[in-house]
């Protein structure tokens, strides 16, 4: 218990030294291998770097990575000052971490303005009704990376 609360501390040192020093928006994360060592961290740079996926998570895993020079965490463990939004929750799955802790919930993050909800709402929504709408395209070609992908590996 007291190292989950240690890791999440310093967590949030992080995500509040990323406002205070860097004008950054206010998220931090940590990603620990098994034996307890910190192997990434990431902070939200969304603000600084103009880009809209660098969520504090998505950074964490992009340096845990880096450092480990893997594609997965299997693992590993990631601690968030926040609960991860559906990006980060895609990308916490593709990376394959074991698990994760967070310190502010969903419903206390869209008090302070950062409310995600509308996006898990769209989710469940038919592809063609979601705000930013999805349309399945038939074309001919569709398969041919699959098929170039089998054919080199
Ligand atoms: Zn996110």
């Given at each position: ?46 603000l600084t770097k103009h880009d809209p996926t660098a969520h504090a998570e998505v950074q964490a895993i992009r340096d845990a990575c ?88």
């Amino acid at each position: 218990m007291e190292k989950h609360q240690n890791y999440l501390k310093q967590t949030i040192a992080l995500a509040i030294a990323n406002v205070e020093k860097n004008g950054g928006e206010p998220f931090a994360s940590i990603i620990v291998d098994e034996n307890g060592i910190i192997v990434g961290t990431g902070k939200n740079d969304m603000l600084t770097k103009h880009d809209p996926t660098a969520h504090a998570e998505v950074q964490a895993i992009r340096d845990a990575c880096e450092n480990l020079e893997t594609t997965t965490l299997e693992g590993c463990t990631m601690y968030t000052s926040c609960e991860p939004c559906p990006m980060c929750f895609g990308a916490i799955y593709w990376s394959r971490l074991k698990k994760v802790y967070y310190a502010a919930d969903h419903a206390l993050a869209a008090a302070e303005g950062f409310d995600d909800t509308f996006i898990f709402h769209d989710m469940n929504k038919p592809h063609e009704q979601r705000n930013i709408p999805f349309y399945a395209f038939d074309i001919e070609e569709k398969n041919i990376p699959f098929e170039k992908w089998k054919e080199l590996t």
